[in-house]
């Protein structure tokens, strides 16, 4: 079936760096999603893409949809405490209202102030 | 508005017994989908429904599985028998157009023992 290779799998970096998390995969994808799980809570979307090369900002966070439709990154500029969480990419290969998002396995980003 | 509300929180039960997981959407939204997330098999979509019929439920697990949503502001998951493999993280989402942008619950951390 269709995977996702997030990587990398962890990260602690220092307060003000920044970070960068990519997604792969062998098969095409026609939406990419980036969301931020807190301990006890549920994923949060922080950006969606719907274009091949599309690049967008929410904040400090700029994510790309590849231009190979099998790829994506994220981008956090200048870090802080709060960022820390894990972060999954997901990825919809039909159309936005079929349902089947596939996610990656995560990213846990630790920051130390 | 509340956001995805899920019930329990947390639930604890024997092997073989029923458990039903709870879940009222987002007001106005006409997708609600079942996730399941451990830490093997990360988040994997169990079912999602559409105007409250079951569109995809290729990710049940099992029989032991089933979805029911009778109306647009109510959906169960039910595991009967439960099993301890069943133990896992039920994530209940939903949203106005497709599995894009879609909203999540807290969670229901499930423990069968």
């Known amino acids: 079936g269709q995977q996702l290779n997030q990587s990398p799998q962890s990260m602690f970096i220092q307060e003000g760096e920044d970070v960068s998390m990519n997604c792969a995969s062998s098969s095409i994808f026609n939406t990419w999603l980036w969301y931020k799980q807190d301990p006890g809570e549920g994923p949060v979307l922080l950006i969606a893409l719907y274009k091949a090369g599309e690049l967008t900002s929410n904040g400090r966070l700029t994510a790309q949809f590849g231009i190979t439709r099998k790829d994506s990154f994220l981008n956090i500029s200048a870090s802080i405490p709060s960022d820390v969480g894990i972060y999954f990419c997901a990825g919809l290969a039909g159309s936005s209202n079929t349902g089947k998002l596939i996610f990656g396995q995560g990213t846990t980003l630790q920051v130390k102030p | 508005d509340a956001g995805v509300i899920q019930s329990p929180r947390h639930e604890v039960t024997e092997m073989g017994q029923e458990v039903t997981l709870r879940c009222k959407p987002i007001s106005g939204h006409d997708y609600l989908f079942w996730y399941r997330q451990t830490m093997m098999r990360g988040l994997e979509l169990l079912i999602y429904f559409n105007n409250n019929v079951p569109i995809d439920d290729s990710g049940m697990p099992e029989d032991r599985f089933s979805a029911k949503m009778p109306n647009a502001s109510f959906s169960t998951l039910k595991i009967q028998p439960s099993e301890p493999r069943d133990s896992a993280v039920y994530f209940c989402?939903?949203?106005?157009?497709?599995?894009?942008?879609?909203?999540f619950g807290q969670g229901t951390r499930l423990t069968v023992v």
């Open positions: 989402a939903s949203s106005f157009w497709g599995a894009a942008e879609a909203f």
